[in-house]
């Protein structure tokens, strides 16, 4: 059985950062692109980044060049430093993961997603 958790979310403010943290069991980690979205109240789910087995790694644009996906597949675990966080980056963040080595941005094509950390960003 396939479990993501997701860890390290909270309360922070404008300007400051955080690192959440996805654990998975159940799946070859290492075969698996593993990736962040998020949603927040009455949007939909928006691509944040992902990274390949090999990897590779892909990031929506309106958080390029202030977060950072990376892995560690000793642990099982994909990283996301969040760093300059704004009020707009409040939300529900999910963990999702695919066998697959495409990067999609379409929440569609993930298989496994985990339960999600909230994360707040205040003004």
């Known amino acids: 059985q396939v479990q993501l958790v997701e860890s390290g979310g909270g309360l922070v403010q404008a300007g400051g950062s955080l690192r959440l943290s996805c654990a998975a069991s159940?799946?070859?980690?290492?075969?698996?692109?593993m990736g962040w979205f998020r949603q927040a109240p009455g949007k939909g789910r928006e691509f944040v980044a992902a990274i390949s087995w090999r990897g590779a790694t892909t990031y929506g644009d309106s958080v390029k060049g202030r977060f950072t996906i990376s892995r560690d597949n000793a642990k099982n675990t994909v990283y996301l430093q969040m760093n300059s966080l704004k009020p707009e980056d409040t939300a529900v963040y999910f963990c999702?993961?695919?066998?697959?080595?495409?990067?999609?941005?379409?929440?569609?094509?993930?298989?496994?997603w985990g339960q999600g950390t909230q994360v707040t960003v205040s003004s």
């Open positions: 999702a993961a695919d066998p697959g080595t495409t990067l999609y941005s379409q929440s569609r094509h993930w298989n496994y």
């Open positions: 159940g799946l070859p980690f290492n075969r698996y692109s």
